[in-house]
């Protein structure tokens, strides 16, 4: 049973594969199978997310089901294109479940039908990106129900999609008993305790490039963590927004007076908002064939950002200083690198607030697709707590919105505020 918490409240409770009968059934999963593969060579260059997949799949051969997988990769814009093959995903599931994963060439079409009306208890078989037709997306009703009708149960272990409402996403439900799989109950109770019941000094860390993604999850977590640390780009926009030069940095001047009401609101609520001190420019960010950058970077204070440079990273005093604010932290949730880490040269502050997070004991919680590829690429993935599957999505369910993906599974029951849940029955 999964808890979706909303404001302090348990709304409602949805039900998982733990909760249904599922002995012998034919089950359709959606699952995010969204990997990135090398254009040259076709392998997938970080399997995380068909990894974390496998327990809702094993789970299901063990009651003999026979399972249906389906997902989407990249945006093929609605058709059938071989670079948005799923076959590379196929055949890495095979290997990592160590049983055959036959695809089917199409998605709904005659290929998939007979291959998952073949299918026996046991055995799993993966659909062909459903991003192959447009219905997927414009979550067309009739393209749901041809899916549906492949299978007598809905699973939704694809948390990196929850936040879509699209027919093998949400759509699907309408024509099934749905459920979720482990992954999406995993994710919601990381994600969901650190909101609703987080151990304190509870800190967020916000990165990334523009302030304007992430503008209702900093005003969300205003109302919950006692520390905001903002870094990358995004800082700048309140750099200037305080009247400091921030030369030829990204930043966003529309939305400097936003960021002073942010700056204001921490205030009110008693919020400790750290913003860099120092930081890393360069004259530019172009690397050569070894990705070596090209020119000039240094370090320089926050109120001094010479005109012609760009900032880049965090420096170190700033480092120095996040450090020694989460040496006493016991909730982090992370969102968004603290410089452009894709460059060696501006990655330090990223790695060296991912190694503290590592040391640190604390619940240490990363969402956001760049950030989770920085933790990996510094080899720091093991020693967080927990690692979100889903950019886009954690954002979302951070800022308390409904997810689609999840609204649409069965309830478990319809319960009651937190006090009534206290009270000792
Ligand atoms: P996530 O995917 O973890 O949510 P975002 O997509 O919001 O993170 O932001 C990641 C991007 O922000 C990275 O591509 C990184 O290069 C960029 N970024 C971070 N700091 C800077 C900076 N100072 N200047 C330019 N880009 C930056
Ligand atoms: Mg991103």
């Known amino acids: ?63 003999k089901c026979k399972v249906i997988l389906c997902s989407h990769l990249g945006r093929p814009k ?13 055949k890495r599931i095979s290997e990592l479940l160590g ?41 067309d009703p009739e393209f749901a129900k041809k899916l549906a009708d492949m299978a007598e149960i809905y699973v939704n272990d694809a948390f990196g999609t929850a936040h879509r409402a699209h027919a093998s996403t949400a759509g699907v439900a309408e024509y099934l008993p749905a459920v979720s799989g482990f992954l999406i109950e995993k994710e919601l109770k990381f994600l969901g ?32 963590v006692d ?45 400790n908002l750290i913003l860099p001190i120092d930081n890393v420019v360069g004259k530019d960010n172009e690397v050569d064939e070894n990705g070596k950058l090209m020119s000039e970077y240094k370090t320089v204070p926050a109120t001094q950002m010479p005109e012609g440079w760009k900032g880049f990273d965090i420096g170190e005093k700033t480092m ?14 992370w969102n968004g690198p603290l410089g452009m880490f894709e460059i060696d ?10 190694e503290a997070l590592g040391k640190i004991e604390a ?16 080899g720091l993935a093991d020693k967080m707590t927990h690692i979100s599957t889903g950019g886009g999505a954690s954002l979302e369910f951070l800022e308390g919105k409904k997810l689609p993906g999840i609204e649409c599974l069965m309830d478990k029951e319809k319960c009651c505020s937190r006090e009534d849940d206290d009270g000792d029955r």
Do not use: W
């Open 320 to 333: 120095e200083l996040l450090k020694h604010e989460l040496k006493s932290a016991k909730t982090v949730i």
């Open 1 to 63: 049973m999964i808890l979706v918490k909303l404001k302090g409240l348990i709304v409602m409770s949805k039900k998982t594969i733990r909760d249904i009968d599922l002995k012998g059934k034919k089950v359709l999963v959606r699952c995010d199978f969204n990997v990135p593969i090398d254009k040259k060579t076709g392998e997938i260059t970080d399997d995380r997310r068909i990894v974390e997949a496998l327990p809702t799949i094993k789970y299901l051969l063990d009651q």
């Open 78 to 90: 609605g058709e059938a294109n071989p670079e948005y093959s799923l076959a590379p995903v196929a």
């Open 363 to 378: 619940t240490t919680i990363i969402g956001g697709g760049d950030s989770a590829a920085a933790i990996e690429k510094a």
């Open 99 to 139: 049983q055959e994963v036959p695809m089917s060439k199409d998605v709904i079409g005659e290929n998939a039908q007979e291959m998952s009306s073949d299918l026996k208890e046991g055995q799993v078989m993966l659909l062909e990106n459903v991003r192959f037709h447009r219905e997927e997306t414009d979550n």
């Open 193 to 224: 305790d650190s909101l609703d019941n987080p151990k304190r000094p509870y800190v967020a860390i916000l990165g990334g490039a523009k302030v304007s993604d992430k503008i209702s999850v900093i005003e969300s977590l205003l109302e919950k």
């Open 227 to 271: 520390t905001l640390i903002i870094g990358g780009a995004m800082s700048y926009t309140f750099l200037k927004a305080q009247g400091y030069e921030v030369g030829d940095s990204l930043c966003e001047p529309d939305k400097c007076n936003l960021a002073l009401e942010l700056i204001k609101k921490a205030k009110e609520k008693g919020v």
């Open 345 to 354: 040269e501006f990655a330090k502050g990223t790695n060296t607030i991912a």
